[in-house]
C-alpha cells in the first residue's frame, strides 16, 4: 500500500514543489542520520505528505539546510530539518518494515525477506520508542492477514484495518488534534487500501492471491472511490487547515494510479 499518496506536478506553483521537494529530501536525510543509509531505501512520497500535513496542522517552523545531493550533484538543493520530519522518519522504517514481511509471506520474496532482515534492528529501536503505536499497528496487520487467510470478501474489514493503523500513525502526541489526525488518516487509509485492491485485482485473480473486491462488478469501482474519498476530504476540513499541496494530493493525485490502470485497461481492451 505504499505510493498512492501523490501529488500532481502539474498543478503545483514552483514554490510548492520546492517545498515539496525540500520535505522530501529532509525525510532522505533524517532516514539516514537515525536509521543508517539502509534505511534510505524506504524512502516514499507517501511519508512526505504526512510531513506537510503535520507541519500544516502544528504551524511547524523547520530549519532549512543547503546541501549537495549525491544523485543530483550538479546544483544546491535545500533540506528541511524539523519534529515531524523525524517522527515520520520512524514511521517510515516501521511501516516500511511491516510492508517487506508481507511481501515475503504473500510472494516470497527474497529481497523483500532479505532487506526486512536488514532493517530488523532500526525497526526494533522505533518499536521501543513507540511501543503504543507499534502494538497498534501489529494487531491491526495480525487482523488483516487473518482476513486474508480466511478469505472473507467484505472489502469493509480490510479496509478498517489500513485505516486504524494509518489513523494511529497520522497522529503523533495525544492532545487537541489527535482525534481529527487519527479520523483524517483512518479515512485516508480505508481509501488507499481500497484503491489498490482496485488496481490489483487482475493480477491478485491470476496469481491466486486475495482481494476483497473478487466478488464486486467493476463498474461500482469508480463510486466506491469516490465516496471513500468524500469521506476522506470532510475529515481534512475539520482540521481547518487549507495547504493547496494537500489538497493537490486529495482532489487529483492520488488517482494518478487508478487513472493509469484504467488507461491500460481500455487500452487492453
Known amino acids: 500500500m505504499v505510493g498512492n499518496i501523490l501529488t500532481n506536478p502539474k498543478l503545483l506553483q514552483e514554490e510548492e514543489k520546492l517545498y515539496y521537494r525540500s520535505c522530501y529530501c529532509g525525510l532522505c536525510r533524517a532516514l539516514r542520520d537515525k536509521h543508517k543509509n539502509i534505511s534510505r531505501l524506504t524512502l516514499n512520497y507517501d511519508m512526505t505528505f504526512l510531513i506537510i500535513l503535520l507541519n500544516e496542522v502544528y504551524k511547524e517552523k523547520n530549519t532549512e539546510v543547503e546541501f549537495r545531493c549525491a544523485i543530483h550533484p550538479l546544483k544546491k538543493r535545500t533540506y528541511l530539518k524539523g519534529e ?47 511501543p503504543k503505536k507499534a502494538e497498534v499497528i501489529k494487531r491491526n496487520l495480525d487482523e488483516l492477514n487473518k482476513i486474508e487467510e480466511k478469505n472473507i470478501l467484505n ?13 494511529e500513525v497520522f497522529s503523533p502526541y495525544e492532545d487537541e488534534y489527535s482525534q481529527k489526525l487519527k479520523d483524517f488518516g483512518s479515512s485516508l487509509g480505508r481509501f488507499v487500501y481500497i484503491e489498490d485492491a482496485c488496481i ?18 467493476k463498474l461500482e469501482f469508480d463510486d466506491m ?45
Not at 472511490?225 to 476522506?232: E, M, P, Q, T
Open 84 to 130: 515531524f520530519i523525524d517522527y515520520v522518519a520512524d514511521m517510515n522504517v516501521l511501516l516500511s518494515y511491516y510492508n517487506l514481511i508481507d511481501d515475503w509471506k504473500d510472494e516470497k520474496n527474497v529481497i523483500a525477506g532479505s532487506y526486512a532482515t536488514l532493517l530488523k534492528k532500526e525497526f526494533t529501536k522505533v518499536c521501543s520508542e513507540y
Open 155 to 167: 472489502p469493509d474489514l480490510p479496509a478498517k484495518c489500513s485505516g486504524n493503523f494509518f489513523g
Open 225 to 269: 472511490l469516490n465516496l471513500l474519498l468524500s469521506d476522506c476530504i470532510e475529515s481534512y476540513k475539520k482540521l481547518n487547515i487549507s495547504n493547496k499541496i494537500i489538497e493537490n494530493v486529495l482532489y487529483s493525485g492520488i488517482w494518478t494510479k487508478y487513472e493509469i490502470h484504467k488507461k491500460k485497461g481500455e487500452k487492453n481492451k
Open 200 to 217: 490489483d485485482l487482475n493480477s491478485d485473480i491470476k496469481h491466486k492471491r486475495y482481494n476483497p473486491l473478487i466478488m464486486s462488478s
